[in-house]
């Protein structure tokens, strides 16, 4: 049987963030409950796939990509912690590097390390784009659009290739 009802929670908020929910429930004619409500749901509807520990591995890419460096320093979570979270019980293709969990964890707080890791990969600088929007075109690129060739794949290619075929 699934619980509909609602229950009264304790959190404890700083003024100056108690201030900024009066100041926006003003402003859009809401309760202040009404802020605090859709400020947790946007927020678990971002971060929705690590509530399921069936994700893991490359699905959780775009978490993190996303709203990663807000996690990160939030919950101080280092290149360990984040390797954990992302890995933790995964295996072959699913796996993500290490070096871009280390860019993940590293791109919102050094810049220049971050885009020098960017640019050893082929990846940065660019110009118009920051470190963040350069590392989300390559962990996207390099996890979710492209797939792995199946096993043995090259291996076949290049028997047709010294073949002639």
Same mark, same amino acid.
């Given at each position: 049987?699934?619980?509909?009802? #609602?229950?009264?929670?304790?959190?404890?908020?700083? $003024?100056?963030?108690?201030?900024?929910?009066?100041?926006?429930?003003?402003?859009?004619?809401?309760?202040?409950?009404?802020?605090?409500?859709?400020?947790?749901?946007? $927020?678990?509807?971002?971060?929705?796939?690590?509530?399921?520990?069936?994700?893991?591995?490359?699905? =959780?890419?775009?978490?993190?990509?996303?709203?990663?460096? %807000? =996690?990160?320093?939030?919950?101080?979570?280092?290149?360990?912690?984040?390797?954990?979270?992302?890995?933790?019980?995964?295996?072959?293709?699913?796996?993500?590097?290490?070096?871009?969990?280390?860019?993940?964890?590293?791109?919102?707080?050094?810049?220049?390390?971050?885009? =020098?890791?960017?640019?050893? =990969?082929?990846?940065?600088?660019? $110009?118009?784009?920051?470190?963040?929007? $350069?590392?989300?075109?390559?962990?996207?690129? #390099?996890?979710?659009?492209?797939?792995?060739?199946?096993?043995?794949?090259?291996?076949?290619?290049? %028997?047709?290739?010294?073949?002639?075929?």
């Amino acid at each position: 049987m699934i619980e509909s009802r #609602k229950r009264a929670v304790s959190v404890r908020l700083a $003024t100056a963030e108690i201030r900024k929910i009066k100041k926006l429930a003003q402003r859009l004619n809401a309760r202040d409950t009404d802020i605090n409500r859709f400020a947790i749901k946007t $927020t678990l509807a971002r971060v929705a796939p690590l509530e399921d520990f069936s994700i893991r591995g490359r699905s =959780l890419i775009p978490v993190f990509v996303e709203c990663g460096s %807000e =996690l990160l320093r939030h919950f101080e979570l280092d290149s360990t912690r984040l390797d954990g979270i992302i890995n933790d019980g995964v295996t072959g293709e699913q796996r993500v590097d290490a070096d871009d969990i280390a860019l993940l964890a590293m791109v919102d707080g050094q810049h220049g390390y971050a885009m =020098l890791k960017l640019s050893w =990969l082929g990846r940065g600088p660019a $110009t118009d784009k920051g470190p963040a929007s $350069t590392l989300r075109q390559y962990l996207y690129e #390099k996890y979710l659009y492209s797939r792995p060739a199946p096993a043995g794949a090259d291996d076949a290619a290049g %028997e047709r290739r010294k073949r002639g075929a």
